[in-house]
T-cell receptor, first 115, second 113 residues
């Protein structure tokens, strides 16, 4: 199957700093990428949908200025958590679509801990 | 709006037996896809099976089969001959025309030896 690489897998940062998470589709061009957040023992909550070359579409309740998404190319999307706070600690996972009607391929996820 | 419902927070099954994980959905789009993913404790999302809304036959992939009942808007996952390695969280997901993929709350499956 297709490969999506997410980096870093774990990150610990200090409160007030920013953290960038990368999501790369290694062997296909991703028309659309999704960013999810998952709290312990809960489901994946869609944060935003990002299409290459256009602004991301954020879900209701997700702060655009706090969670900056950049989909600069067909193989790379980044999520930057700005001015991180302890309540931003969570598991963040991306997925990528090769095209409409296809399955979504997931990255390995990033466990963010803000101290 | 799309909605995915998994009503079983946890399920237990004896090794080598079959188990059914429930999933119901709601959408006004005539064209949609239904997915099941497995998430072990490592956090990775493993794709298991896909069913398109216009597919006439139920999808099958090895030990996984999807019991698709369109009129009831249900897409239950059946795992046959359970193995210890099947213990994980299982998520049902749906994608409609807008391409968003949304997930149910998940079911934690525990396979007992």
């Amino acid at each position: 199957g297709a490969v999506v690489s997410q980096h870093p897998s774990r990150v610990i940062c200090k409160s007030g700093t920013s953290v960038k998470i990368e999501c790369r589709s290694l062997d296909f061009q991703a028309t659309t990428m999704f960013w999810y957040r998952q709290f312990p023992k809960q489901s994946l909550m869609l944060m935003a949908t990002s299409n290459e070359g256009s602004k991301a579409t954020y879900e209701q309740g997700v702060e655009k200025d706090k969670f900056l998404i950049n989909h600069a190319s067909l193989t790379l999307s980044t999520l930057t958590v700005t001015s991180a706070h302890p309540e931003d600690s969570s598991f963040y996972i991306c997925s990528a679509l090769r095209g409409p009607g296809t399955e979504a391929f997931f990255g390995q996820g990033t466990r963010l801990t803000v101290v | 709006a799309q909605k995915i419902t998994q009503t079983q927070p946890g399920m237990f099954v004896q090794e080598k037996e079959a188990v059914t994980l429930d999933c119901t959905y709601d959408t006004s789009d005539p064209s949609y896809g239904l997915f099941w993913y497995k998430q072990p404790s490592s956090g990775e999302m493993i794709f298991l099976i896909y069913q398109g809304s216009y597919d006439q036959q139920n999808a099958t992939e090895g030990r996984y089969s999807l019991n698709f009942q369109k009129a009831r808007k249900s897409a239950n996952l059946v795992i046959s001959a359970s193995q210890l390695g099947d213990s994980a969280m299982y998520f049902c997901a749906m994608r409609a025309n807008n391409n968003d993929m949304r997930f149910g709350a998940g079911t934690r499956l525990t396979v007992k030896p």
